[in-house]
T-cell receptor
Framework: DVKVTQSSRYLVKRTGEKVFLECVQD?????MFWYRQDPGLGLRLIYF???????EKGDIPEGYSVSREKKERFSLILESASTNQTSMYLC?????????????????FGPGTRLTVL | DAKTTQPNSMESNEEEPVHLPCNHS???????IHWYRQLPSQGPEYVIH???SNVNNRMASLAIAEDRKSSTLILHRATLRDAAVYYC????????????FGQGTRLTINP
């Protein structure tokens, strides 16, 4: 089974702090994704990565950056946390490699990190 | 990305079949239909996907209309553990490898 793990289930930080959210997958997947989920707004894509050291902006990248130094690890960084970044953060991975719209697109999600910024 | 439309909520009884509809009238010929679900306090999980033909797996069945403008996720015998938000998502070559989540259908299962 594919396993996607996230470093914390719950995190409380103060405004202005630098926050690192870590995600690790154990299935040699090419693609990794970071989403945030808020009530009434659903899941929104922040950043994604097709390969090591490659990243692309999603729909809401402002205030975030990412790092992918190793294939299995994708980090989300909040350079200076703000209260409007209080949210559930979800990491996902998919096989990638080539597009076939089916199996290689299937995303596997971690359990999520609930971040509160005070 | 092509858009999907789902009812906001549905309710069913335990051990009965559940049919969750999804409309996607602007689907293109190469779009796949994916279903995910999100159980309370968990990340979404893959349920099933298809292109043109009906599909079955251990979790559910996917019935796709002949014109592909709609599809139905079928849970053959619902349990309380099937209570979740179900998302119908299209994937296209233009938005390759990304998923766009709508609001989904919140399914309630009554004991």
């Amino acid at each position: 089974d594919v396993k996607v793990t996230q470093s914390s289930r719950y995190l409380v930080k103060r405004t202005g702090e630098k926050v690192f959210l870590e995600c690790v997958q154990d299935m040699d997947h090419e693609n990794m994704f970071w989403y945030r989920q808020d009530p009434g707004l659903g899941l929104r894509l922040i950043y994604f990565s097709y390969d090591v050291k490659m990243k692309e902006k999603g729909d809401i990248p402002e205030g975030y950056s990412v790092s992918r130094e190793k294939k299995e690890r994708f980090s989300l960084i909040l350079e200076s946390a703000s209260t409007n970044q209080t949210s559930m953060y979800l990491c996902a991975s998919s096989l990638g490699a080539r597009w076939d719209g089916g199996v290689t697109d299937t995303q596997y999600f971690g359990p999520g990190t609930r971040l509160t910024v005070l | 990305d092509a858009k999907t439309t789902q009812p906001n909520s549905m309710e069913s009884n335990e051990e009965e079949p559940v049919h969750l509809p999804c409309n996607h009238s602007t689907i293109s010929g190469t779009d796949y239909i994916h279903w995910y679900r999100q159980l309370p306090s968990q990340g979404p999980e893959y349920v099933i996907h298809g292109l043109t033909s009906n599909v079955n797996n251990r979790m559910a069945s996917l019935a796709i209309a002949e014109d592909r403008k709609s599809s139905t996720l079928i849970l053959h015998r619902a349990t309380l553990r099937d209570a979740a938000v179900y998302y119908c998502i299209l994937t296209s070559r233009q938005g390759a490898q990304k998923l766009v989540f709508g609001q989904g259908t919140r399914l309630t299962i009554n004991p």
